[in-house]
Nanobody, 122 residues
Framework: QVQLVESGGGLVQAGGSLRLSCAAS????????MGWYRQAPGKQRELVAV???????NLADSVKGRFTISRDNAKNTVSLQMNSLKPEDTAVYYC????????????????WGQGTQVTVSS
């Protein structure tokens, strides 16, 4: 019903930049929060950044000052600009969206993308 497709991952040297994008499509009435999580090998998935439909953001302390999250409500997209990348940022990055499927729905359902690999070399 709802698909999230990420793009923009890759290999970059420490200090470099990458921009991740995620597009939501399908049976969408509205989207509340959208966000990015990441999971490094052997570690649990962790929050990177989230943004509400009104544009309020929350970023993990480890990425504040380096990453910026933004979204386009008209296009149902969310982006993550990552600057000053560090080797510890290496992970699979997943986007998610809290979606209302119909006007009469009382709840938002969380959907996830398939993930995109970000590798930062030292």
């Amino acid at each position: 019903q709802v698909q999230l497709v990420e793009s923009g991952g890759g290999l970059v040297q420490a200090g470099g930049s990458l921009r991740l994008s995620c597009a939501a499509s399908g049976s969408i009435f509205s989207i509340n929060g959208m966000g990015w999580y990441r999971q490094a090998p052997g570690k649990q998935r962790e929050l990177v950044a989230v943004i509400t439909s009104g544009g309020s953001t929350n970023l993990a302390d480890s990425v504040k000052g380096r990453f910026t999250i933004s979204r386009d409500n008209a296009k149902n997209t969310v982006s993550l600009q990552m600057n000053s990348l560090k080797p510890e940022d290496t992970a699979v990055y997943y986007c998610n969206a809290d979606v209302k499927l119909a006007s009469w729905s009382r709840t938002y359902l969380r959907y996830w993308g398939q993930g995109t690999q970000v590798t930062v070399s030292s």
